[in-house]
């Protein structure tokens, strides 16, 4: 039996951090930042390719809510993404985690593993990807 991936996206309005689960599910790492610029079609046809190369059949897309649970336009705007998922690749599974917390706990790692200012542009919406994935994970662990 081939063991399935699951792959956790942290969307955003120009940036697209991208992680990915291990063949048994344990472990989440990064994989990129898609730059998109506001074009959906760029995002769906990397995921594309990412999907095949890594046999993925699980999405998880972290919902932006305010601290106090209430949407926020990036929910309007994430859920609108999510209904391009669903259409394109109907025979994945699309779950959602609330993020709320990972882009602070990505900012605070970087701080930790001193990553300059011009490279944690560049990896902040990936590594938030890895804790959305992380809190999927453990949370199935139950």
Same mark, same amino acid.
Request: hydrophobic share 35%.
């Given at each position: 039996m081939i063991n399935m991936r699951t792959l956790g996206i942290d969307y955003g309005d120009s940036r697209v951090g991208i992680a990915? +689960? &291990?063949?048994?599910?344990? @472990?989440?790492?990064?994989?990129?930042?898609?730059?998109?610029?506001? =074009?959906?079609?760029? $995002?769906?046809?990397?995921?594309?390719?990412?999907?095949?190369?890594?046999?993925?059949?699980?999405?998880?897309?972290?919902?932006?809510?305010?601290?106090?649970?209430?949407? +926020? &336009?990036?929910v309007e705007i @994430?859920?609108?993404?999510?209904?391009?998922?669903?259409?394109?690749? =109907?025979?994945?599974? $699309?779950?959602?985690?609330?993020?709320?917390?990972t882009t602070v706990a990505a900012h605070k790692t970087m701080n930790f593993l001193e990553i300059n200012k011009k490279e944690k542009k560049n990896i902040v919406d990936t590594i938030s990807a890895v804790y959305i994935l992380e809190i999927y994970i453990n949370k199935n662990k139950k």
């Open positions: 990915v +689960t &291990d063949a048994l599910g344990i @472990t989440a790492q990064g994989l990129e930042t898609i730059h998109h610029n506001g =074009n959906d079609k760029i $995002i769906l046809k990397r995921l594309e390719e990412l999907f095949k190369e890594y046999e993925v059949d699980t999405v998880v897309v972290g919902m932006p809510y305010n601290m106090n649970g209430t949407s +926020t &336009d990036r @994430t859920n609108k993404f999510i209904h391009k998922l669903k259409c394109k690749f =109907n025979k994945i599974k $699309i779950e959602t985690i609330d993020e709320r917390l």
